[in-house]
């Protein structure tokens, strides 16, 4: 994927959104056609020439995509369904840009959506027993992760709600997020527990929404007339999944150092050249200890900085600028592919009222249940 990527620019020439929202009547085919055709007019693309469509849904069921997508038109073009957890719509993004770098298509459409209520996990039917009903849950692994950091760092429960206050607040700024009030430190505290120090505002909700990017090369930008300026280039594509843990450092944590330095290589770049990331903070822990694991942080640094509002907007490196998934919403789909949108916004200085200034590099990185891990680098294209 690096080389594919150097020799043939894959760029993000049009986003678009449905708002991330509480669980609703509203149809899927509803939702996921609200981004598309928010995309392609954000493009100046029509429908016929989009050759390719990745469809990144958890949720709804078998072959999603092409009841959705024939309302625009039965164009004959290639539709394959992605499913990979919390990580579909990174995965769908990333084999988008696969199928642009390879040459076998010039424009691709990656569209997330989904809706609560289908989703099955696999763990629950491998046949194997369980030493303890709650050894598959997320928010009782995390709880503990964020007891053990607390305890390490000589800290108090602030340090964790400082996340939500921030996340929160970022997203009553945009307007595509599902919470859309700002909350006190106070307000965070009192929310009621969840698991650990852990409250409800602390962990992100469940929805529905959908999220749709199109991919072009860069012969089809200079043909097409598109506008180049406010096309991003994608850098760096990885993914990976989880190792058998070493020493004392969780494996998730492993897992997102390990991706997010083999993206940065790839990318040619240090964290300390970021200047934002969108990352998976289902929970508020999971912000500090994995921006601490990319390097925006350095070790046991990430609870200091949140303070300081280094990972503000405005600060050293954005983190979460959308609101993140405490705030902006985690539909599963569309989650790793509204990363996409977010940073693409900011890059064209196009996200109001939350501009994080001179946006020129920025990671998207997701997590999928697993444990996988999926992560991109873009750049500001003058």
């Keep these: 994927m690096s080389r594919l990527l150097q020799e043939r620019a894959v760029h993000v020439v049009g986003i678009g959104m449905h708002p991330y929202q509480f669980p609703s009547e509203t149809p899927y085919v509803h939702l996921g056609l609200t981004a598309i055709r928010e995309a392609l007019k954000d493009a100046g693309l029509q429908w016929p020439q989009v050759q390719a469509a990745f469809v990144g849904t958890a949720a709804i069921g078998m072959a999603a995509g092409r009841v959705m997508l024939r309302h625009l038109g039965s164009t004959g073009l290639s539709v394959t369904q992605v499913e990979n957890a919390s990580a579909s719509g990174s995965s769908a993004f990333r084999l988008a840009c696969q199928a642009v770098a390879s040459g076998e298509h010039e424009i691709v459409l990656t569209v997330g959506v989904d809706k609560t209520g289908h989703a099955r996990r696999a763990s629950g039917s491998d046949g194997l027993s369980t030493l303890s009903p709650t050894s598959n849950l997320p928010v009782a692994k995390f709880a503990l992760l964020a007891r053990r950091y607390l305890r390490d760092g ?40 969840v698991a650990g120090e852990l409250t409800v505002q602390q962990c992100c909700p469940r929805g529905e929404g959908a999220a749709a990017v199109i991919v072009a090369s860069a012969a089809a930008i200079a043909r097409l007339g598109l506008a180049r300026s406010r096309s991003p280039r994608v850098i760096a594509s990885v993914s990976t999944s989880e190792k058998l843990g070493r020493g004392d450092v969780p494996p998730i944590v492993d897992m997102v150092r390990e991706s997010s330095l083999a993206a940065l290589e790839q990318a040619g770049i240090a964290a300390s050249d970021l200047n934002m990331v969108e990352l998976h903070d289902a929970f508020s822990i999971e912000e500090i200890v994995y921006g601490e694991a990319i390097g925006v942080s350095q070790p046991g640094e990430g609870a ?4 300081r509002g280094d990972t503000a907007i405005g600060g050293r490196c954005a983190v979460n600028a959308s609101g993140g998934l405490i705030g902006m919403g985690h539909p599963i789909g569309p989650t790793g592919i509204g990363q996409i949108a977010e940073i693409t916004r900011q890059m064209r200085s196009e996200a109001t009222g939350r501009q994080h200034p001179n946006t020129r590099l920025a990671m998207a990185h997701m997590i999928g249940l697993g444990s996988v891990a999926i992560a991109h680098v873009l750049q500001k294209t003058d």
């Design 304 to 307: 200091h900085d949140l303070a």
């Design 154 to 193: 000589g800290l108090d429960v602030e340090a964790l709600a400082r996340v939500a206050v921030k996340n929160h607040g970022n997203a009553s700024l945009n307007p595509y997020a599902q919470f859309r009030k700002p909350r006190t430190l106070e307000q965070v505290l009192a929310s009621p527990k």
